[in-house]
């Protein structure tokens, strides 16, 4: 099968040196599952007592590892042991040998785990609708069990991708309660070459003791700030995930409210690594050459800000003009419109690239066109749009819309 | 400035021989307002009594054209007698300096018509945030009138257009209480290469004799199965303006009520016009290759259908594979998914060519992929997505997202 062997233009240099996460044990392997000669089947093992928390998919159509997943987080204690992640088959649309496929699994890692099935977590992501085989998957857990360590982050991070041009990684440490806690994270995007393989998805782990509502709580709050302010072209995945564990072996006392001021650190950092994370997806999307960041300001809410900012961040227009590095205000104006959020008009103001473009309404006196091109034709954009009517932000990240991305997804075939 | 003169393939052999309409006299000139050698000025004068309706656009940003519709729309009478549209400028995000272009160019027009100012209509479509000049409006003005003709469709269809690869017309005549009845509308689309000019216009014009409120419910209902039923990009104009004029000219007693029988093939006509006109835009999509008509049936309401359908129609995922010849049926499911609406996975049944790929929430155990591959590489593509649960129906049309999109709108410069 054809793959795009070019890195993004807007890649890191190199994998970050991801710590250790006590009670965390991780490993990719190749197991032939849709991939030659990569890995593609990750597992994680988690300490006793570990908790998990998790932000799913809203689409109205989602595989079984997602079902699967919505009952296990819909249960007080929210204990886990395990995770399994398979790239190149999403089993979604599998109907009931789906369902099997997914208890096949989590028992192949229960029994090399030493756990309750019910403990395993699970993500896939690939094609949609084709059966998903298990027994290569149970096949390869022994091997994948022998290979677990504390430090298989990297090959971890690639064996989850499926066309991404780059594996994705962050971490953090803080203290909580004068113990040193550790954050560590890996994430998949929409690098996609094979149809239906864009799902996003992201593994945070860490040695906080937390209760399983608290780290729910904490990791929605990241999301609001993070994988909830990204976007590439406005689909949205029937797998997407994005899973939290807390370990509890870092040894401070659990914290058992989300608001404890001993947490402020956490859940900034935790914030962090997913910021971190979403831009790397952002910038592995889909043919990026430019990574776009929306800042809008003076909307109703910040919830309606956040709607004002990915309507810009999603059109089209906008999206296209960037990639012909054109100082487009007027599309910039034009998405806005098009949000369906409250905005006074003879109030709104533009900026490119932190320069006045409009503002009350009508392009400003000192517009400077050539400037404004000269930022759009970089590689980091901002955009700043505000809309007139109150105090709601929010700040979204996007990559520009390219031939590359016409030539990923119409050009090459599976 | 640059110019693809290069004509969609989707489009018609030539332009339709549109009727006169009692009561219409049209014309359309090359007033230089923005192109050269070519008409950019639109004139239609409307007999004494003409009564309007209109749609306009639902973005929060609107041209000074579709403010000025918004308040005559609003009054009870509904009087009209001209039309003025300029082509390359909407006038739009101008301030004060919009409203005063706007006054002095109804003013030119029911100077040369003798009537009113108020019973002006304007409408814009252009660059957006650049002050219009009105004066070589104003200048144009007793020349257009003195070309004013029953006949004169083409050269108006022509003068509205921006980038449209094509002028785009269609009619239809009906009886009403045993009178003809003639309808004839024009309308351009999103036929892209200068920024900002995406807007969809239309005009209907017909000598039906109807109170405003009347025609403004057919309108309306014919919207709903045609212009409120087709995208391109899922990009909305600041300028969107669908307008029409009823002159009463036809002679049969006025008809009050809209669900009056006597007016049934006249709203069949009226919404057969309409869809006509919306397929040409479809057709003249930017960088359209394939025109795309997706009937979903089983959803929860005809709304949530045309959502359901739209999340398809607009879905990058499903227009690029469409582009690619690729009958990617996962991306059909997942675009739906991300609708929002009520979906019944385990009903859901999609067919490609009206041929079956899924149904029950897998895959068709007869599907046969090269016969679906094959009609994704004709020029006329169905898809049929039922989301089993209930009786809600919708038809949207569309066209594919190509290359020829993102250089109409990243590559070249205005």
């Known amino acids: 099968m054809a793959e795009i062997s070019n890195k993004s233009p807007l890649a890191p240099e190199r994998f970050p040196e991801l710590p250790a996460v006590p009670g965390v044990k991780i490993a990719g392997v190749a197991a032939g599952l849709h991939y030659r000669d990569r890995p593609d089947l990750t597992l994680a093992a988690l300490a006793e007592g570990t908790r998990a928390a998790g932000v799913l998919t809203r689409s109205g159509v989602v595989g079984a590892p997602v079902t699967r997943c ?23 649309f599998t109907g009931a040998a789906g369902e099997a496929a997914v208890e096949a699994t989590a028992a192949a890692a229960a029994d090399v785990i030493g756990c309750d099935a019910a403990e395993i977590y699970l993500a896939s992501t690939g094609v949609i609708g084709a059966p998903l085989d298990p027994a290569p998957i149970e096949a390869a857990m022994p091997g994948l069990a022998a290979a677990l360590s504390p ?52 593994f945070l782990f860490t040695d906080a003791a937390l209760p399983g509502a608290v780290l729910q709580t904490l990791l929605e709050r990241a999301m609001d700030v993070s994988f909830h302010c990204i976007t590439v072209d406005g689909d949205t ?20 409210d989300a608001d404890d001021p001993r947490l ?51 059109s089209p227009l906008v999206k296209t003009a960037i990639a012909g590095g054109d100082a487009n205000w007027g599309r910039i104006v034009m998405a806005a419109g098009k949000s369906g959020e ?73």
């Open 151 to 202: 430090m298989g982050w990297e090959t971890a991070a690639e064996a989850i991708t499926t066309t991404d041009t780059f594996p994705k990684g962050a971490s953090a440490t803080v203290v909580i309660d004068g113990e040193t806690v550790t954050i560590a994270g890996i994430a998949k995007g929409s690098g996609m070459i094979m149809p239906d393989m864009a799902t996003m998805l992201a």
């Open 237 to 256: 995945s029937t797998s997407d995930s994005v899973l939290a564990f807390a370990t509890g072996a870092a040894g401070h006392d659990p914290v058992a």
């Open 70 to 92: 919505r009952e296990q987080l819909g249960r007080p204690e929210r204990l886990a042991r395990g995770l399994v992640v398979n790239a190149g088959n999403a089993n979604v």
């Open 342 to 414: 409250p905005l006074a008009v003879e109030r709104i103001a533009v900026a490119i690239g932190g320069r006045p473009v409009a503002e009350a309404g009508a392009i400003h006196p000192d517009y400077d066109e050539a400037a404004a091109t000269e930022h759009v034709q970089g590689q980091q954009i901002v955009i700043a749009f505000d809309a007139g009517v109150g105090d709601g932000r929010a700040r979204i990240w996007t990559c520009d819309l390219t031939h590359g991305y016409i030539s990923i997804n119409a050009d090459y075939r599976s």
């Open 264 to 314: 402020g650190d956490f859940a900034a950092k935790l914030a962090a690594v997913c910021i971190d994370l979403a831009q790397q997806v952002v910038k592995d999307g889909e043919g990026a050459s430019k990574f776009i960041t929306v800042e809008v300001t003076g909307a109703e809410s910040d919830v309606s800000a956040r709607r004002i900012g990915l309507a810009i961040a999603n």
